[in-house]
């Protein structure tokens, strides 16, 4: 008996680690991905269809988003003070956010999204904007989010961003996509990016504690320390892409996209 009770210690201890592995790895994806133009969706689905990980989907989105969420607002808390002193700019990036805030709510709520989390799609949308991306960084450089963030160009980006509920569109990228096409220039691109995800995660994050209404959420430790693994990997994301961005172009991610497009048809239509 004391051989088997020593089994069974094991056993729970090796599942244990086993779901921090699987934790870390997927707080990884969610941090890195969330704020560069590579889609989180579309990495974190590839993982559920190639892996058999049995973390709750539920509570792992809840803390996953929730981490990134807080590393947005903390590193660019100072910010954030200052937006929320700008009613002009504050009203802007609210009004960006509403088109996708109304239509995901809509798609989310209708199931109308599952029928789109597949490779197939992912493969398609992973190379399609990943060439509109290509295209949009070589527009010229003329405009800056002080001087230039206007009504209509906020609500260009905010209506491209509703592409963003598509896997593999990446909701950074169409941003940064859109916000290129009207020649800001990449550092601004990415800024606007970021001050529109904290909406669009908040919303994340309202949606998944809404649905874990219905069911037994344990916030324990592994619950913390995904929100934990995310905040880090985000933050370090968001700083150094910042960054990347000053210094070069987004080839890398173009690159990066069609190199897994390939491999995404060649897994789908096999």
């Avoid at 709750?56 to 988003?65: K, V």
């Avoid at 904007?129 to 949009?136: K, S």
């Amino acid at each position: 008996m004391p051989y088997l009770g020593n089994l069974l210690t094991i056993y729970l201890e090796s599942l244990m680690i086993s779901k921090y592995i699987e934790a870390s790895i997927l707080a990884f994806v969610q941090g890195f991905s969330e704020f560069i133009p590579v889609s989180s969706s579309a990495h974190l689905i590839i993982i559920s269809k190639i892996s058999n990980f049995s973390i709750s989907s539920l509570q792992l989105d809840i803390s996953l988003h929730l981490g990134s969420l807080l590393a947005i607002i903390f590193y660019f808390r100072k910010d954030l003070i200052n937006i929320l002193g700008n009613k002009s700019l504050l009203l802007l990036i609210i009004l960006g956010s509403l088109p996708l805030v109304i239509v995901g709510y809509f798609i989310y709520t209708s199931g109308l999204i599952e029928n789109l989390r597949n490779l197939k799609v992912i493969a398609w949308t992973t190379l399609i904007f990943g060439i509109l991306l290509f295209i949009a960084d070589r527009s010229s450089i003329k405009n800056k989010i002080d001087t230039s963030l206007s009504l209509k160009n906020i609500l260009i980006i905010g209506i491209f961003q509703i592409l963003a509920v598509i896997p593999g569109v990446s909701r950074s990228g169409i941003i940064i996509t859109a916000s290129r096409f009207l020649n800001f220039d990449r550092v601004d691109s990415s800024k606007i990016s970021f001050y529109l995800s904290i909406p669009a995660l908040a919303g994340a994050s309202i949606l998944s504690l809404n649905d874990s209404m219905n069911e037994n959420i344990d916030l324990n430790i592994l619950f913390l320390y995904s929100i934990i693994f995310s905040f880090i990997v985000s933050y370090l994301t968001i700083k150094y892409f910042l960054i990347y961005v000053k210094n070069f172009n987004l080839n890398i991610f173009v690159y990066y996209r069609t190199f897994l497009a390939l491999i995404l048809f060649v897994i789908a239509y096999s």
